[in-house]
């Protein structure tokens, strides 16, 4: 008889996928993309291109990058109650190009993803004698 322990396989495989992309996701805002040039605060702040992930200003974003799972579901992206602009740099605006850090994320990660799957799919496979 064949065993696959399903529940198992799913929570740890998508807790490891979550993992890959927040290190990933946050790995993309220390890479500068060099774009306009903007006095913030009393602080120069160089913008991102469009198409390029975001750069950091406060760090507060990026603080925010997180995942959940909950039962078979992966949650990945970022922002809360006061950082609430993820969105709008993820998806762009009428004045803004998009700034597509999550979903850039996850095509990168394609390869490890699918590596993390097959091997959560061969580690909870477990033959039983009848």
């Known amino acids: ?36 040039v903007y006095i913030v605060g009393g602080k120069t ?12 200003l ?3 974003l990026k603080k925010t990058i997180r995942h959940e799972v ?4 992966l949650e990945f992206g970022a922002g809360n109650e006061t950082i609430n602009y993820a969105k709008f740099l993820e998806d762009g605006t009428q004045k803004m190009d998009a700034r597509p850090n999550y979903t850039k994320t996850i095509l990168d ?12 799919i061969k580690d909870n496979i477990r033959f039983k004698n009848v």
């Open 70 to 73: 909950e039962n078979t579901t």
């Open 109 to 120: 990660k394609k390869f490890a993803i699918d590596k993390v799957v097959l091997k959560g």
């Open 1 to 36: 008889m064949l065993k696959f322990d399903f529940d198992a396989f799913a929570k740890q495989t998508l807790n490891e996928i979550g993992d890959i992309l927040v290190d990933e996701a946050k790995s993309n805002m220390d890479k500068i993309s060099n774009g306009r």
């Open 45 to 56: 702040h160089i913008a991102s291109r469009a198409g390029d992930s975001p750069n950091n």
């Open 58 to 60: 406060s760090g507060n």
